[in-house]
């Protein structure tokens, strides 16, 4: 089973992102799941999302526990949540954000030994100039198809067109390819 | 068709598909997607035949479904919560009276202290107030039941509340198959009902009854749901025989065959239940599982025959009976009238508390070895509780408990399970 976790704030399309993440899971013929843990419903709260992807119907209902991928959204997130908990060994880590790996304060927040796999993308700053809107879920959902491989970037667009209508989803696909192009080529490995 | 939607979504496919004729809606958390969903389809011409009446409360919302029904038509809601707790004069009314209305309960915690998330509070309150209660195990199933609600309502003139767990369910997209219009109809004919009212042909609904009739039309209420014990499961192979799938039924069983100790719950923490049990069988252990989906009229007979060879019995209960434990345990026990085996309630997911594989797993072992209290209280914060003791032995004006819990606890906004 992979199974991603999203951690964002209220306004911020989270619980949108886990779902065009299983619409387009879906859409590959594989059994998915979405759903959110909300705080009171507000702009600005912390909110998760989780999604996971199997072969097989899946019966399990806790959180994703265990992420294999954690994508974070708002980066302001790292000193207030514990974010990283449960992340698998060989985890990928998606940030929106372009700030070092020391100026993000990760060298501390991970600790210990372990070695993640981090993409680092400007995705708020690339869905404003495609949505207008600081609605980073679908460019980190195209910096996940390039990072992961886990899912088809046609599947994502798929997704999007399926979700959204008109320009609101054309903005969203570009946002998508934009960030996927970008995390192609700046894949990095970080040892913590 | 098959689909990735949401569960809220595909519960207003299926209403939807049920050709409802009145849809009365007031929101509340967690269940107003439904509502909402179904209001966007009338609105837009894609549901026909049907009235959307948006009312001013719960009260309301189950007065108009009451006066629907009562003249003949079709008729839904759905609430959660405290929007059940405001509509419940009204429960026991449209049950008293023999109204068919379905209703979809979003099961979501009761307050104070208020809380939005999911447990079962709501509707186990509402247990004896004459609807028929069933359980979804999934977002399939909650689709399903609720074809098969208008169903069973209609030929037994009786309501049915179908509850989906908030959040868990209600909000998680997840793949269904979505019947077709043809399919439906074929499964589910018009409504035709026992009474209504009509100027032409006028009648009284809802008369004073004395001392002299009502236990009779009590004991007509009881036994109405015993007949529904027969026509559930009639229902679940007819709607198998036509969707080639096993929705609703009484109770549904996991792996109970050999097993020594079974797990009970309802809902959907019955996945996660049956992931443990196929982790636990792999080590050796005999442990299954069994899920209530219909917990009104409650099943006595078929959890007697699927519990009664068990060395012991694990309640897992999504509410807490205040001063007595488990609600479920109570039927439970009553099954198993007169057969020697330990029984345990578990109390669990409270107020959204999430229910985690690693916690069943160490739950069940301890039920296995015999380790635990006849309540257990499933992950509760002992320290928190204890810090809480010790403080009001300490003075007096120790204020709200609630909020020196919270204060103790810190952020908990941020807790992952």
């Not at chain 2, 036509?242 to 923490?269: C, H, P």
Request: charged content about 20%; hydrophobic content about 45%.
């Amino acid at each position: 089973m992979f199974q991603v976790r999203i951690h964002g704030r209220g306004g911020q399309g989270v619980v949108s992102g886990a779902e065009l993440l299983a619409i387009a899971a879906f859409r590959e013929g594989r059994h998915a799941q979405a759903f959110p843990s909300f705080g009171s419903e507000r702009m600005g709260a912390p909110v998760m999302a989780f999604c996971r992807i199997d072969d097989r119907e899946i019966r399990l209902r806790e959180p994703v526990m265990e992420p294999d991928v954690l994508i974070i959204q708002d980066p302001t997130l790292l000193h207030q949540v514990d974010l990283f908990k449960g992340l698998a060994a060989t985890g990928l880590i998606l940030i929106n954000s372009t700030k070092s790996v020391v100026d993000l304060g990760l060298v501390d927040l991970l600790g210990g030994t372990r070695r993640y796999r981090l993409c680092r993308v400007p995705a708020t700053e690339i869905a404003q100039r495609h949505v207008g809107r600081p609605v980073p879920n679908t460019a980190l959902l195209g910096c996940l198809v390039a990072a992961s491989g886990a899912i088809r970037l046609e599947s994502i667009i798929a997704a999007i067109r399926e979700k959204f209508a008109g320009n609101l989803a054309e903005g969203n696909v570009a946002a998508a390819g934009e960030a996927y192009t970008m995390a192609r080529e700046s894949r990095e490995a970080v040892h913590a | 068709m098959l689909k990735q939607i949401e569960g809220s979504r595909a519960v207003a496919e299926a209403i939807a598909l049920s050709r409802p004729e009145v849809i009365c809606a007031y929101p509340i958390t967690p269940q107003t997607h439904i509502v909402e969903a179904l209001g966007e389809r009338v609105k837009s011409g894609a549901l026909t035949g049907c009235e959307f009446i948006n009312v001013e409360s719960e009260f309301a919302a189950l007065s108009v479904a009451i006066g629907a029904s009562a003249a003949g038509a079709r008729a839904y809601t759905a609430t959660s919560s405290q929007g059940l707790l405001f509509m419940a004069e009204a429960v026991y009314n449209a049950a008293g009276l023999g109204l068919p209305i379905v209703m979809t309960i979003g099961n979501r915690a009761i307050g104070a202290p208020t809380n939005i998330w999911n447990d079962h509070s709501d509707s186990m309150s509402m247990r004896d107030a004459g609807w028929i209660q069933l359980y979804a195990e999934s977002n399939q199933e909650a689709l399903d039941l609720h074809i098969q609600a208008f169903r069973l309502a209609e030929e037994l003139s009786c309501p049915v509340m179908v509850c989906m767990d908030g959040f868990i369910l209600t909000h998680a997209c997840d793949r269904v198959d979505v019947p077709t219009q043809a399919e439906v109809d074929a499964f589910l004919p018009p409504f035709e009902p026992r009474q209504a009212l009509d100027p032409a042909e006028p009648v009284t609904i809802g008369a004073m009854v004395g001392p002299e009739a009502f236990t009779e039309v009590r004991y007509l209420a009881h036994h109405k749901q015993l007949r529904a014990l027969s026509l559930i499961p009639e229902l679940c192979a007819a709607f198998n025989a036509q969707f080639g799938r096993v929705s609703g039924g009484l109770i549904r069983t996991y792996r109970t065959e050999d097993a020594e100790t079974i797990v009970v719950a309802l809902g959907s923490v019955n996945g996660t239940v049956q992931e443990v049990v196929d982790q636990m069988r792999a080590t050796g252990v005999k442990i299954g599982s069994v899920s209530i989906c219909s917990f009104r009229p409650f099943p006595l007979s078929a959890l007697r025959e699927s519990l009664g060879h068990a060395k012991r019995v694990v309640v897992l209960e999504k509410c807490l009976a205040v001063g007595l434990g488990g609600i479920v345990s109570d039927g439970v026990r009553k099954s198993l009238s007169g057969i020697q085996l330990k029984g345990y309630t578990v109390i669990a997911g409270l107020g959204g508390r999430a229910i985690t594989r690693a916690s069943l797993t160490q739950l069940f072992e301890d039920a296995e070895a015999d380790e635990l209290e006849q309540v257990t209280f499933l992950d509760l914060n002992a320290d928190v509780v204890a810090h809480e003791l010790e403080r009001e032995q300490l003075a007096r004006r120790t204020g709200p408990t609630a909020e020196a819990i919270l204060r103790r606890l810190g952020t908990v906004g941020s807790r992952i399970g």
